[in-house]
Antibody
Framework: EVQLVQSGGGLVQVGGSLRLSCAAS????????MGWVRQAPGKGLEWVAN????????FYADSVKGRFTISRDNARNSLLLQMNSLSVEDTAVYYC?????????????WGRGTLVTVSS | DIQMTQSPSSLSASVGDRVTITCRAS??????LNWYQQKPGKTPNLLIY???TLQSGVPSRFTGSGSGTDFTLTISSLQPEDFATYYC?????????FGGGTKVES
């Protein structure tokens, strides 16, 4: 069974940093693109970032480019999202997602989500 | 960026109803259109990808159609467990973008 177990998140002040982690199991992690999608309270879904199997190609939404860094550790089956210079607009539930097909950018497995609250 | 516009934003339906949700892309995305279902307080769930391919385990009452800029999600006979919010997502061009969602309620 595919599992994406998220950790990290919480309350941080404007301008602060947080790191989100996602531990994957139940599939060959290094075979899949992975990414992050977020959802602000009461709002819709917003793609944040994703990266290739080897971690060498990374893609970001304009809203987070230059502030967030996605990375992965295939030896540890883990996905990370380093978030810097956080703003109130980054307040959201962040979901770790698996790309169903290499580079297809559609998400067939989702973590339970972790809430990030940025306070002014 | 490709804008995805869903309509309606919400609809009221009853069990057994046929429900149709539309999604329009701001430019041609061929068939790179996916649908997700999200129940309150739950994680989104992939229903349909490639505009019309049913994800494994998804009931056959869900169908997707369309190409180019106009797409449709149809629930042939609404079941109690189908009351949820539905999102379309284009996977043609980065940045990936989602529609605003359609809430199906009773």
């Amino acid at each position: 069974e595919v599992q994406l177990v998220q950790s990290g998140g919480g309350l941080v002040q404007v301008g602060g940093s947080l790191r989100l982690s996602c531990a994957a199991s139940g599939f060959i992690f290094s075979d899949y693109w992975m990414g992050w999608v977020r959802q602000a309270p009461g709002k819709g879904l917003e793609w944040v970032a994703n990266l290739r199997q080897d971690g060498n190609d990374k893609f970001y939404a304009d809203s987070v480019k230059g502030r967030f860094t996605i990375s992965r550790d295939n030896a540890r089956n883990s996905l990370l999202l380093q978030m810097n210079s956080l703003s109130v607009e980054d307040t959201a539930v962040y979901y770790c997602v698996r790309d169903k097909v290499v580079g297809a950018s559609l998400f067939d497995s989702w973590g339970r989500g972790t809430l990030v609250t940025v306070s002014s | 960026d490709i804008q995805m516009t869903q309509s309606p934003s919400s609809l009221s339906a009853s069990v057994g109803d046929r429900v149709t949700i539309t999604c329009r892309a701001s430019r041609n995305i061929i068939g790179f259109l996916n649908w997700y279902q999200q129940k309150p307080g739950k994680t989104p769930n992939l229903l349909i990808y490639g505009a019309s391919t049913l994800q494994s385990g998804v009931p056959s009452r869900f169908t997707g159609s369309g190409s180019g800029t106009d797409f449709t999600l149809t629930i042939s006979s609404l079941q109690p467990e189908d009351f949820a919010t539905y999102y379309c997502q284009q996977s043609h061009t980065a940045p990936l973008t989602f529609g605003g969602g359609t809430k199906v309620e009773s």
